[in-house]
């Protein structure tokens, strides 16, 4: 099922006196069920094109439909309430508790009172449970390892319990053990809670291994929307992310120095 597709969207900036387009002519969706991974190198868009599909900035033209509706039309208390976000630039919450942070996520559903239902508190501790983090509980954010707060940040937004969730590199400074587990947990809660997730990343090898999907932002400022397998077969890895001294392994889906034995 289709929870979110574009038509004709073109995405970049906008000022009085000109024009950027960074992305034109998208047609795309995003599926229940599925992890969908959006690369490019940097400057091709990644983060503008999902901060329009969430709403956060305008598109230059076409449009976002989320369940059918003009995305632009939505009320933003409402687009909470069917997406959630965990964006690089994350506000300063060291000293909070892991379960405060993660029941932030009930913010979009709280009545004028400002206090948590039974049902809040349900969907707070199942999002725990499923990022295993509950023994994490009541230790402060600062206390934990960057992979550690990583689960925090997509444990609130899982307690936001919306159909689609969207990430910004998920997996920067982690290392490559950190790398993979982030990612089979995302893969992990598209399959088994039915969400669509979109992360945009610069982790070619391990999402070549675990999205469902890939969408490519490729040199010519084009995006290819394909599985990984075909994305490989048709060379449009080793056109995009290689040079002389990198070449890309298609049997380990690695990247390896040219000198490498």
């Known amino acids: 099922m289709h929870l979110l597709h574009t038509s004709g969207l073109s995405v970049g900036y906008r000022t009085k006196k000109q024009e950027k387009i960074l992305l034109d002519d998208l047609h ?52 909470a ?34 206090k948590l239902t039974t049902f809040d508190k349900e969907k707070i501790d199942q999002a725990m449970q499923i990022t295993q983090i509950t023994t994490w509980a009541e230790q402060k954010v600062y206390q934990l390892s960057d992979g550690q707060q990583q689960k925090v940040w997509i444990a609130r937004a899982l307690a936001q319990n919306t159909p689609l969730l969207f990430l910004d590199e998920p997996t ?45 932002i490729n040199k010519e400022k084009k995006l290819i929307s394909a599985n990984a397998l075909s994305l490989i077969e048709d060379n449009h890895i080793e056109k995009n992310f290689t040079n002389a001294s990198i070449y890309f392994d298609r049997e380990n889906k690695r990247f390896k120095l040219k000198t490498d034995a």
Do not use: F
């Open 28 to 79: 795309l969706h995003l599926e229940q069920g599925k992890l969908t991974a959006l690369l490019g190198i940097n400057g091709t868009g990644k983060s503008t094109l999902l901060r329009t599909l969430a709403g956060l900035q305008p598109s230059l033209s076409g449009q976002v439909c989320l369940e059918g509706k003009d995305l632009a039309k939505i009320p933003r208390s409402e687009v």
């Open 172 to 216: 920067a400074h982690l290392d490559v053990i950190n790398r993979l587990e982030i990612l089979l947990l995302l893969k992990k809660i598209a399959e088994q809670q039915q969400k669509a997730i979109l992360i945009a990343t610069h982790d070619l090898s391990e999402v070549l291994q675990v999205a469902h999907e890939i969408w490519l």
């Open 81 to 114: 309430q069917k997406i959630s976000l965990v964006l690089t630039d994350k506000p300063e919450i060291n000293l909070m508790k892991v379960k405060d942070l993660v029941s932030l996520g009930r913010y979009p559903y709280l009545g004028w009172a400002g």
